[in-house]
């Protein structure tokens, strides 16, 4: 199919001849995903579809209560410093975007009256700027007015490099302007062909309200109250917030949305395991919903045979990868270590990175662990379709291994573990505390074993490793082993943001908190020259390419070492409805869940 054929498909519907779902399909049929294909209708002025959850609550309220399991136990409220997924779902449930994304990659209104588009005048054909409208009457739990001012704050706020937000990256090379108390206008300093980052979705759109936070921008930013009690425009208000514990809310009364949300209190306890919250779903029925069910497929089948509940399962573009640290852990430089300023004494050699690669039996993962809620694979990035590099392959080949680290100089000695030069192939793997992780890591160490590499295993309590607590040297971010594991998400159907993890920029140190995203601390200056042309790209095809080549940069240096390609994968009972995206955190659309019966 080419450029002229997608033309007349996209002119059939928007004559009304063509459905959105048939010009999805025909997409699909030729490679193009439908989050793609969505953001193609977009830019041609076809407007999005409704969110897809068919809402039938006839009132708002009446619901009881909705009791949902984070076993990553949440720590923090405020969205912009939300390091880990656990703390962007408990953040989202008070806090909202401008917009968000569906299961099928439609960009749909939050706190935006409508999508900008080219025909309502918010997209501007140079790809420069983007004009969102704000939806009016809106209001913060405790009464204020929802305007302007709060977007360009949330601007303001994230962009200061003295905040050490998280979300920096979608901020500082912006600009925000206040067209009127409805208004704002989004201004890039280049063509910007994926404008919807700032403002959109869980990972980073969340806004905040100056009023409460305007006092503690930049190096004060930590001190603010509403980083554990927050006030948002959400459709639950707070109520209390116990850090790594409990969450209770309750129904916004004035909530934006007519007839939403259906139930009246909102339970989130954290804690525990995912076998243990599988449980209390599916067997026992004591929760309605449980989040990130990584538990092995065995298990989850036996659980399901009980006829309380059932697993939502849905295509994401999140990815299980490994991290080889080739820096140094264990040596100090200026207060922090795996410091940008040491190299790792043994991981720095790509020999000894792509020998571990080998070492990994992805296939065995895939089948006996993770099941329906996985697939193999060697890249990074996995969906869309057509930002998946074809050049990356994996092969599981101890013999190989073992060749490659043999002419590469590394020799066994009377222990078996191979040294040169008085250093030896000795490293510490650490993950979270995970059943299925805890099984990968075994898998791996065993394989390592046969090729000379000594690996000692660490589990960290997952509330701990995806922590952002600056005092705590067991987070996954500030990564003092020689080799980690976790799953990474990708909060759009586009995977710029999921890359700017390979970016030099992007670096996780001291000086920002542990809060850039990369955390390998790894970098090569045709990645970053790759990653900022794409950023620029408006030819589709061209900037799939430029994505594609950072991708491969990372993953053909072995250090990622993906896995696999990641569902979402949760517990729901019989009777909860609720609204699930691949492309956001699972509280999106928290507003929108009822139970059917």
């Given at each position: 199919?080419?450029?002229?054929?997608?033309?007349?498909?996209?002119?059939?519907?928007?004559?009304?001849?063509?459905?959105?779902?048939?010009?999805?399909?025909?997409?699909?049929?030729?490679?193009?995903?439908?989050?793609?294909?969505?953001?193609?209708?977009?830019?041609?002025?076809?407007?999005?579809?409704?969110?897809?959850?068919?809402?039938?609550?006839?009132?708002?309220?009446?619901?009881?209560?909705?009791?949902?399991?984070?076993?990553?136990?949440?720590?923090?409220?405020?969205?912009?410093?939300?390091?880990?997924?656990?703390?962007?779902?408990?953040?989202?449930?008070?806090?909202?975007?401008?917009?968000?994304?569906?299961?099928?990659?439609?960009?749909?209104?939050?706190?935006?009256?409508?999508?900008?588009?080219?025909?309502?005048?918010?997209?501007?054909?140079?790809?420069?700027?983007?004009?969102?409208?704000?939806?009016?009457?809106?209001?913060?739990?405790?009464?204020?007015?929802?305007?302007?001012?709060?977007?360009?704050?949330?601007?303001?706020?994230?962009?200061?490099?003295?905040?050490?937000?998280?979300?920096?990256?979608?901020?500082?090379?912006?600009?925000?302007?206040?067209?009127?108390?409805?208004?704002?206008?989004?201004?890039?300093?280049?063509?910007?062909?994926?404008?919807?980052?700032?403002?959109?979705?869980?990972?980073?759109?969340?806004?905040?309200?100056?009023?409460?936070?305007?006092?503690?921008?930049?190096?004060?930013?930590?001190?603010?109250?509403?980083?554990?009690?927050?006030?948002?425009?959400?459709?639950?208000?707070?109520?209390?917030?116990?850090?790594?514990?409990?969450?209770?809310a309750e129904r916004n009364p004035d909530y934006h949305i007519k007839n939403q949300p259906y139930f009246d209190t909102i339970e989130v306890k954290g804690g525990g395991d995912a076998v243990s919250a599988a449980r209390a779903v599916l067997q026992t029925g004591e929760y309605d919903f449980a989040w990130n069910m990584q538990v092995e497929e065995e298990v989850l089948k036996r659980m399901e045979a009980g006829g309380k509940g059932k697993?939502?399962?849905?295509?994401?573009?999140?990815?299980?990868?490994?991290?080889?640290?080739?820096?140094?852990?264990?040596?100090?430089?200026?207060?922090?270590?795996?410091?940008?300023?040491?190299?790792?004494?043994?991981?720095?050699?790509?020999?000894?990175?792509?020998?571990?690669?080998?070492?990994?039996?992805?296939?065995?993962?895939?089948?006996?662990?993770?099941?329906?809620?996985?697939?193999?694979?060697?890249?990074?990035?996995?969906?869309?379709?057509?930002?998946?590099?074809?050049?990356?392959?994996?092969?599981?080949?101890?013999?190989?291994?073992?060749?490659?680290?043999?002419?590469?100089?590394?020799?066994?000695?009377?222990?078996?573990?191979?040294?040169?030069?008085?250093?030896?192939?000795?490293?510490?793997?650490?993950?979270?505390?995970?059943?299925?992780?805890?099984?990968?890591?075994?898998?791996?160490?065993?394989?390592?074993?046969?090729?000379?590499?000594?690996?000692?295993?660490?589990?960290?309590?997952?509330?701990?490793?995806?922590?952002?607590?600056?005092?705590?040297?067991?987070?996954?971010?500030?990564?003092?082993?020689?080799?980690?594991?976790?799953?990474?998400?990708?909060?759009?159907?586009?995977?710029?943001?999921?890359?700017?993890?390979?970016?030099?920029?992007?670096?996780?140190?001291?000086?920002?908190?542990?809060?850039?995203?990369?955390?390998?601390?790894?970098?090569?200056?045709?990645?970053?020259?790759?990653?900022?042309?794409?950023?620029?790209?408006?030819?589709?095809?061209?900037?799939?390419?430029?994505?594609?080549?950072?991708?491969?940069?990372?993953?053909?240096?072995?250090?990622?070492?993906?896995?696999?390609?990641?569902?979402?994968?949760?517990?729901?009972?019989?009777?909860?409805?609720?609204?699930?995206?691949?492309?956001?955190?699972?509280?999106?659309?928290?507003?929108?869940?009822?139970?059917?019966?």
């Amino acid at each position: 199919m080419n450029e002229n054929d997608i033309r007349g498909l996209i002119a059939e519907v928007k004559q009304g001849t063509l459905s959105r779902r048939s010009f999805i399909r025909s997409m699909a049929a030729v490679g193009i995903a439908a989050p793609v294909a969505s953001q193609i209708l977009l830019w041609n002025d076809v407007a999005m579809a409704d969110a897809t959850l068919a809402y039938k609550p006839t009132k708002a309220g009446g619901g009881g209560a909705l009791k949902m399991l984070l076993w990553q136990a949440p720590t923090l409220l405020n969205p912009h410093f939300a390091l880990g997924t656990k703390d962007q779902i408990a953040s989202r449930i008070f806090f909202e975007p401008l917009a968000g994304w569906d299961k099928d990659g439609n960009l749909i209104p939050c706190l935006a009256a409508e999508v900008p588009t080219k025909a309502n005048g918010g997209l501007a054909a140079d790809g420069m700027s983007v004009i969102w409208k704000l939806k009016q009457g809106v209001r913060w739990h405790d009464g204020k007015p929802f305007t302007a001012d709060d977007v360009v704050f949330t601007w303001q706020y994230a962009a200061d490099l003295a905040t050490a937000a998280y979300t920096t990256g979608s901020y500082k090379d912006i600009k925000v302007e206040k067209i009127d108390d409805h208004a704002v206008k989004v201004i890039f300093r280049a063509p910007t062909p994926f404008w919807a980052d700032p403002f959109v979705g869980g990972q980073v759109g969340q806004i905040l309200p100056k009023h409460h936070f305007g006092d503690y921008i930049g190096a004060k930013s930590r001190e603010a109250p509403g980083n554990l009690k927050p006030v948002g425009t959400g459709p639950y208000k707070f109520v209390e917030f116990k850090p790594g514990d409990l969450i209770r809310a309750e129904r916004n009364p004035d909530y934006h949305i007519k007839n939403q949300p259906y139930f009246d209190t909102i339970e989130v306890k954290g804690g525990g395991d995912a076998v243990s919250a599988a449980r209390a779903v599916l067997q026992t029925g004591e929760y309605d919903f449980a989040w990130n069910m990584q538990v092995e497929e065995e298990v989850l089948k036996r659980m399901e045979a009980g006829g309380k509940g059932k697993l939502d399962i849905t295509p994401s573009g999140n990815v299980e990868f490994i991290i080889l640290n080739t820096t140094d852990p264990w040596t100090e430089v200026d207060g922090e270590r795996s410091s940008v300023k040491t190299k790792h004494p043994t991981l720095s050699d790509p020999a000894v990175r792509r020998a571990i690669n080998l070492l990994i039996d992805r296939d065995s993962v895939q089948k006996f662990i993770y099941g329906r809620g996985a697939i193999a694979t060697a890249s990074f990035v996995n969906a869309p379709t057509q930002f998946k590099s074809p050049k990356l392959k994996y092969e599981f080949d101890i013999d190989k291994a073992n060749k490659i680290l043999d002419e590469a100089g590394w020799t066994r000695g009377a222990d078996g573990i191979r040294e040169k030069d008085g250093k030896k192939l000795k490293y510490v793997f650490q993950t979270s505390t995970n059943a299925p992780r805890q099984k990968t890591q075994a898998i791996i160490k065993q394989a390592c074993q046969k090729a000379g590499i000594e690996i000692e295993v660490k589990a960290v309590t997952a509330s701990v490793f995806f922590s952002s607590d600056v005092g705590n040297p067991d987070t996954y971010s500030k990564f003092y082993a020689d080799m980690e594991m976790y799953n990474t998400t990708q909060p759009q159907p586009d995977p710029e943001r999921l890359l700017n993890q390979c970016v030099s920029w992007e670096i996780a140190t001291k000086d920002n908190k542990w809060l850039g995203r990369n955390n390998s601390r790894y970098s090569d200056p045709e990645a970053d020259k790759a990653y900022k042309a794409a950023q620029n790209e408006l030819d589709p095809v061209k900037r799939a390419a430029l994505l594609m080549k950072v991708d491969e940069i990372f993953c053909e240096a072995h250090v990622f070492l993906p896995l696999l390609s990641r569902h979402i994968v949760n517990a729901g009972v019989n009777s909860l409805m609720a609204d699930i995206s691949g492309w956001d955190t699972i509280t999106w659309n928290l507003a929108s869940w009822y139970r059917s019966s």
